[in-house]
């Protein structure tokens, strides 16, 4: 058994994009889901990523004996649209959880800022997309990764207390200082949380740079990037790469030939022998922790930053996300099926990033995940639909406030239920 | 009569107003004809004959070309107006321009222009052909009219063309200033210089209202013996009210305009904040684009309303009737407004409107609440007044909409007539 771990994780995520919904619509149509586009792009990118990679990757697993293992993360939006739209995709996993040799990620159901907004919130979509998995791949997820990789020690600690022995996050420069992202280390103030943490620059090789002609290291290969990472590691544990499922196909074409990268990759690291791929869950086991990372202010892989104001960077982004996290307390009173659903869609945190005006260094890769043309549009579109579903939540709560109305008229007295009439007589 | 459009092509008031003036002039008995750059051709001929300057050679100078010019020579400007252009993307612009209309200039003697009548990138050139198409036109119909009336800075150089070839009085009719575009120190200087000379040359001077009388008076230095108010007017015929269905059950504020500076669309945002913190039961719309829009997004977002606080884009045609139906109050709190015509389609419509007193239409609407633009305190006080005391906003919206019906153009146009009768030797 190599000593050393490679740990591959990819994150499969579709937001739940909303049409254009206008001041008009408001109190009229509650249905705020770009249902063609959605579909569209989920079944483009089955075709040229989802479909294709869990093939192949199903292949690799069977070919390399079980000594190749990946894990995933699916956001339990993207596993709506694949049961809507192309039920093909979750048979692919399936296959894929039924080696073995892939382990599920738990997260926030979805993809919401929940960790930053909400205590009950967060738990509530954790628990819940804990149970999707468990019903859809038959397997219980026992490490978490947050959205975006966002983490603090505040989330750390919450997320052992709901059961995780093992999260993933970024290997952020700035929290790191000299310190490798390449080895198991801990959550400063719940030590018993293991903390995996990317190491974006590998991790970037691939999911970023892959197919770029003018970086001086193109064409990547599977021998050349083995050295790279063991150059990384030389004294190290493991190396972290966690990267967009859609890297492969999408942001990376076929044609970049990543998927012959990809093919080559297992064996050439099986048959050096310096390292052994592991799963998240099993990287913690296998590697003690080396040190506590305090992290106060909450980290993520997004942008140089590698902050969380890609989300929440200016005044729009904080107005829609404080108004739609107020919405907690009366939606967990007034209980009701429908409008979880939609609150869930609302939080995707991809409507936050839309808003985002950080045109600078990012911008490019902002721009290309944006059905929106500016912020300004995005956060107006989103208000409009947040105003509707308050209205929608109000009118339930005032709806559960006539009933209690009349359970009471039931069992009060005639004397208290003509008192009762009068004050409404008065609104 | 020169002006730049005419409905139904549309961009601005400016062609509304001149549909109803020569309407009104017609109902009085005065004959127009209506020069334009660009007719095409749908437009109502009814109460006026609408010639073409896209259809009109200047090849008919009886003297010379050379006393022409010498005449009309100011019209040679080199540079054009485009509003958001960087320096760099404007040297260019003006670059590529001089050269075209060297080329264009030289040949432009005996041909026709097809003028785009829009307000674009090219807008002085268009300004200075319209001049010179204005003059050629003025001589061809020179024993058909009696007094030359131009509509805007936009047809002066062309209504100085037409009185200096003819010899005829010249009236210019002020829809709005420099001042009222831009701030007191930031204003386009070229536009002003062409002000004051359509100013200064004409016979008299008709202002939409006492406001824009006193700026030209004060900012311009014109004689205030020469420069008369009459009031806008509003053609109401043949509109007939919207019903729609509501989908907030809120009350509904709104403003609706361009989002520049001069609307004081930031007042607005503020007074609707102070009103927030007092009552739930009320929602704000703020209908129209322009280069503030961004600003107020964030500024409405800054305070904590955006839940509370829309913002529609531009409206087109029926959806502006659809907005001002869903409103409650309607509210123009523009810094520097010539006249508005906004806050009297709101009253149409039913609607009470609180104005500012800093423009035209608080001279002559009684029944629309007035205040300073900057006193958001007011203006939320009666804001919060017209949604909480039905009685008040009753009485406004049946007063107002009895008002607004008898601002009539006839009788704005009766006083025109006087205006040309006082010109006419």
């Known amino acids: 058994m190599a000593t050393k771990s490679i740990c591959l994780y990819f994150q499969v995520h579709q937001p739940t994009r909303l049409r254009l919904y206008r001041f008009f619509d408001i109190g009229k149509d509650s249905h705020y889901y770009d249902d063609f586009a959605n579909r569209t792009i989920l079944r483009r990118i089955a075709q040229k990523c989802y479909l294709p990679m869990n093939a192949q990757l199903l292949e690799l697993i069977t070919q390399n004996n079980g000594k190749f293992k990946v894990a995933f993360s699916i956001s339990g939006s993207a596993l709506e649209q694949f049961q809507r739209f192309a039920p093909e995709v979750i048979d692919s996993f399936r296959a894929l959880a039924q080696t073995g040799n892939v382990e599920f990620l738990c997260e926030t159901y979805n993809h919401s800022l929940a960790s930053l907004g909400s205590a009950s919130e967060f738990q509530h979509q954790v628990n819940k997309h804990k149970k999707a998995i468990e019903e859809l791949f038959g397997v219980t997820p026992t490490a978490f990764r947050n959205t975006e990789l966002i983490y603090s020690d505040a989330i750390g600690e919450e997320v052992y207390n709901l059961g995780f022995k093992t999260m993933l996050t970024e290997g952020a420069r700035h929290i790191m200082g000299w310190q490798s992202p390449n080895f198991v280390y801990c959550c400063a103030t719940q030590p018993k949380l293991r903390l995996l943490l990317r190491n974006y620059s590998l991790s970037d090789d691939i999911a970023f740079r892959f197919s770029n002609r003018s970086w001086e290291m193109w064409p990547l290969t599977a021998e050349k990037y083995l050295s790279w990472v063991k150059e990384s590691a030389k004294n190290d544990d493991i190396v972290n790469l966690f990267m967009d499922y859609e890297t492969f196909g999408e942001h990376q074409s076929a044609g970049s030939g990543i998927f012959d990268f990809m093919k080559a990759l297992p064996e050439t690291v099986i048959s050096d022998g310096t390292f052994e791929f592991v799963t ?148 | 009569m020169f002006g730049w459009e005419f409905p139904p092509h549309i961009a601005g008031g400016l062609g509304t107003a001149c549909e109803g003036i020569v309407k009104g002039l017609a109902y009085n008995g005065v004959q127009t004809l209506f020069v334009m750059p660009s007719a095409s051709g749908d437009e109502d001929q009814s109460a006026t004959t609408i010639i073409n300057a896209s259809d009109v050679a200047v090849d008919t100078v009886s003297e010379s070309v050379e006393e022409y010019l010498d005449k009309v020579k100011f019209i040679h400007i080199g540079t054009n107006m485009v509003p958001y252009a960087d320096p760099e993307e ?336």
């Open chain 1, 280 to 427: 998240p869950s099993q990287a913690t086991r296998k590697h003690k922790p080396v040190s506590d990372i305090e992290v106060f202010d909450p980290i993520s892989w997004a942008d140089e930053e590698r902050d969380v104001t890609a989300w929440l960077g200016n005044e729009l982004q904080q107005e829609a996300f404080n108004k739609v996290y107020a919405m907690t307390e009366k939606l967990s009173i007034v209980n009701d099926p429908d409008l979880w659903e939609d609150y869930g869609h609302l939080q995707e945190s991809d409507h936050f990033y839309y808003m985002c005006t950080k045109f600078f260094s990012d911008g490019e890769v902002h721009k290309y995940f944006n059905p929106y043309d500016t912020p300004y549009e995005a956060f107006i579109n989103y208000m409009n639909v947040l105003s509707d579903f308050q209205i929608r939540l109000d009118e339930k709560r005032a709806a559960m406030d006539v009933k209690e109305t009349l359970i009471e008229e039931v069992k009060a007295p005639v004397k208290k239920k003509t008192k009762t009439t009068k004050t409404v007589k008065k609104k």
């Open chain 2, 90 to 425: 404007f040297s260019r612009l003006v670059e590529e321009d001089r050269r075209r209309q060297v080329k264009d200039f030289s040949i432009s003697y005996g041909q026709k222009y097809k003028f785009s009548g829009k307000y674009g990138a090219n807008l002085m050139e268009e300004v200075a052909r319209y001049a010179m198409v204005g003059g050629t036109i003025a001589l061809q119909r020179k024993d058909e009219f009696d007094v030359i009336h131009a509509h805007d800075w936009l047809t002066y150089y062309a209504g100085i063309a037409a009185k200096e070839l003819t010899g005829k009085p010249l009236v210019i009719h002020v829809h709005a200033t420099s001042f009222d575009r831009g701030s007191v120190d930031n204003i386009d200087t070229r536009v002003f210089a062409i002000e004051k000379r359509g100013m200064l040359m004409a016979d008299r001077v008709v202002t939409v209202s006492d406001l824009t009388r006193n700026i030209v008076i004060n900012r311009y230095g014109i004689d205030p013996a020469k420069v008369v108010t009459v009031h806008n007017a509003v053609d109401f015929s043949g509109r007939e009210n919207m019903q729609v269905e509501r989908g907030v059950k809120e009350k509904v504020v709104t403003f609706l305009g361009r989002i520049t500076y001069q609307k004081g669309p930031e007042y607005f945002i503020e007074a609707a904040a102070k009103v927030l913190k007092r009552t739930k039961n009320v929602r704000f719309v703020m209908a129209g684009s322009g280069d503030m829009m961004n600003r107020c997004i964030r500024h409405a977002a800054r305070l904590g309303i955006s839940d509370r606080f829309h913002f529609t884009g531009f409206l087109r045609g029926a959806d502006v009737q659809k907005m001002f139906a869903l409103s409650d109050v309607y509210i123009m709190p523009s810094i520097s407004e010539p006249f508005g015509i906004s806050p009297l389609e709101a009253m149409r419509t039913g609607v009470p409107s609180i104005i500012s007193k800093q423009s035209g239409a608080a001279e002559v609407l009684k029944y629309a609440f007035k205040v300073d633009f900057w006193d958001v305190d007011a203006m939320a006080d009666d804001i919060y007044a017209l949604l909480h005391y039905p009685a008040l906003a009753d009485f406004s919206a049946r007063e107002g909409y009895d008002e607004v019906n008898t601002l009539k153009w006839n009788g704005a146009t009766a006083k025109l007539k006087k205006v040309y009768e006082s010109v006419v030797k």
